[in-house]
């Protein structure tokens, strides 16, 4: 499930067309929500559909990182063009590279990286798939038209097929290399990184450490890097290799790992999923940025993304989902909703949801069959809701046999729309990078007992930490803990 829900996109994001971005890197404040301010980039700008589907990580540092470094490798590269370099705001470890040239690295990846030989490596496996132009011959983006990311883990086809007219998001097709594609991009990102200084052995470091994250995870739904570039057995074997062999050729040139440098960099990192963006506990959803909260049906799965929250019914008979509505009235909404959804028969009535002005819209959805013949399609019941300068709306959607077993939850879900007001909700922090140096020699398993961290999450930092509890620490040394 995506955190960083509700965060980006201009008001109408999915009942009308992407807009612009552009601006400086701020967040929206919380009377305009749904807002991206992009950054200038090297390169080409990030697409926006990317953007939408896990969220700008905006940090200068290490934005300048990933900018400065890969325009590095670029200049040595076998293929330089104008390629661009982002972090994105997800808790997934990923990164994965665009035949349109821009590498996206997540904020989960950054977290894993212990060194900058490591970022550097992944940095040149990445470049090194558009070099070779893999992406291209792969054709690993496809447009699609759904209501939900990733909607085929969550809802049956049929409902899926329901939501099209809902809104069209590009999906990034993130489908896994052949081993020959992924030899030939570990041999790059080992070229690129030694060729701008660094030791590529520490890439292969990185792999075993994407291991054990995978292992210990059971390795869910959702992609990480390891579920889109397959690993071998072989593999960390084979890239100690080629690293020892692009060494030789470097003569007596020393190589960099720097430690210390990149741990110093990523302090304060969030880690994990971020509640401030949105997160469901008890049965509720809580949004503390934006200050509401409604009920999430008792069984129903959810999702995140930047531009919405959706809900499923477990067997994918009906949807909900909460977006931004366009206008700045609730007519306007309403009118803009039916004209996007293609609604015909509009029943429309005003109404008040916990003290928020609200307007409720039933309607039906009628498509073309391939011999030309209308018929209704899908139901809806939607209520826009208005809190000050922004206006929501919950679509409820369902198949028209369906509407009357449905309707209820539709409008139990948006009668629990209410101002979020609970102290322990609207103060919920993510969970942080922290660095500690350990003072006097001793184990991990030590350092970590020391800073407090629980004994059941300790194999965890370990794996953070790209260590083993039992590894002896020089005093001096640097590690990581996260904390809020």
């Known amino acids: 499930m995506k955190s960083s829900v509700l965060r980006g996109l201009s008001t109408g ?12 890197t701020t967040s929206a404040p919380a009377e305009k929500p749904f807002r991206y301010y992009l950054a200038p980039l090297q390169g080409p700008k990030p697409d926006p559909a990317v953007l939408a589907q896990f969220g700008l990580y905006s940090n200068a540092t290490l934005q300048k990182l990933i ?26 470890i990923n990164a994965f590279a665009t035949p349109d040239g821009h590498v996206y690295f997540t904020r989960g990846i950054m977290a894993y990286f212990n060194n900058e030989a490591q970022f550097a490596g992944v940095l040149g496996h990445e470049l090194g798939h558009i070099t070779a132009r893999h992406g291209q011959k792969q054709q690993t983006r496809s447009t699609i038209s759904s209501l939900l990311l990733g909607v085929g883990s969550m809802v049956s086809s049929r409902v899926a097929s329901l939501a099209q007219p809902l809104s069209q998001v590009v999906g990034l097709g993130l489908l896994k290399y052949g081993r020959d594609a992924e030899n030939e991009a570990d041999v790059l990102g080992v070229k690129y990184s030694t060729k701008i200084g660094y030791d590529a052995a520490n890439m292969a470091d990185f792999f075993q450490t994407l291991q054990r994250t995978e292992a210990q995870s059971g390795a869910g739904g959702i992609p990480t ?29 020393k190589l960099a790992v720097n430690r210390d440098s990149y741990l110093r960099s990523i302090e304060g990192l969030p880690f994990g999923e971020d509640p ?8 509720v959803f809580y949004h503390p940025d934006l200050k509401f909260r409604f009920p999430v049906p008792s069984g129903w799965k959810s999702q995140n993304s930047p531009e919405q929250f ?52 039933q309607a039906d959805q009628v498509s073309q069959d391939q011999s030309g013949q209308q018929g209704v399609s ?9 809190d000050g300068n922004s206006i929501y709306a919950l679509i409820g959607l369902t198949a028209p046999a369906s509407f009357a077993t449905y309707a209820p939850t539709f409008t139990q879900v948006a009668q629990g729309f209410a101002r979020l007001t609970d102290a322990s909700k609207l103060n919920r922090q993510p969970e942080k990078i922290r660095i500690k140096t350990v003072k006097t020699a001793t184990t991990l398993s030590a350092a970590l007992a020391a800073n407090g961290v629980p004994s059941a999450k300790r194999e965890d930092m370990a794996i953070l930490n790209g260590m083993q509890l039992t590894t002896k620490l020089p005093a001096g040394t640097l590690f990581k803990v996260v904390g809020k």
């Open 310 to 361: 959706q809900m499923a019914e477990p067997n994918g008979k009906a949807l909900i989902a909460l977006l931004p509505a366009p206008g700045t009235s609730l007519d306007a909404a309403a009118e803009a909703l039916v004209k996007q959804l293609q609604l015909q028969s509009p029943q429309a009535s005003r109404t008040t949801i916990n003290g928020f002005p609200a307007i409720a819209v």
């Open 276 to 283: 401030r963006q949105g997160f469901v506990e008890g049965g």
């Open 378 to 386: 899908a139901r809806t019941l939607s209520y826009l809701i208005q």
């Open 67 to 92: 900018d400065t470094k890969g325009q590095q490798m670029n200049k040595v590269s076998d293929r330089p063009g104008d390629y661009g370099f982002t972090i994105v705001d997800s808790p997934v």
């Open 225 to 253: 890097f390891l579920s889109t570039h397959p690993n071998s057995a072989d593999r960390y074997t084979r890239v100690k290799g080629l690293a020892a062999q692009a060494k030789q050729q470097t003569g007596s040139a």
């Open 13 to 24: 994001a999915l009942l009308l067309t992407l807009l612009p971005l552009a601006g400086s």
